[in-house]
């Protein structure tokens, strides 16, 4: 799994700030923080090549994308992901840059309803020989 542990705990950090529950998964081969059961932000990738995942629609990504140089659509599966933003390390470098991010995912997330949990699957028994 690569991911920026620093990153990951500034984003921890900042949830906390925010007062906001949030589950880690480990997904997109990184470390995503879900809010209501929707991937909300993530980190990926290590060292100079760490990113920050911002899932916030796709009305609030094309403006993003737009208006800031750091911040691109989600190409990293070979198709363009429209709704999930992909942001350079020098557009997250300060904890109120990265706040502005999380903020961003949140008032995107926040308009979702929740997602139910899913029942986990049962197993078959294992077969026994007699």
Known sequence: MAFDPDIAARIRMAFLALDRSVEERKMFGG??????GHMTVGASGQN????????????????????????????FTGRVMKSILLIEPDGFKTDDQLMEWITLALDF????????????????????PM
Do not use: W
């Open 31 to 36: 470390l995503c923080f879900m809010v209501n």
């Open 109 to 128: 997330i926040d308009t979702e309803p929740p997602k139910k949990k899913k029942p986990a699957k049962k197993m078959p028994p294992k077969y026994k």
């Open 48 to 75: 100079q090549g760490s990113e920050l995942m911002v899932r916030c629609g796709e009305t609030r990504a094309a403006k993003a994308a737009d208006d800031n140089t750091h911040a691109r659509l989600c190409d």
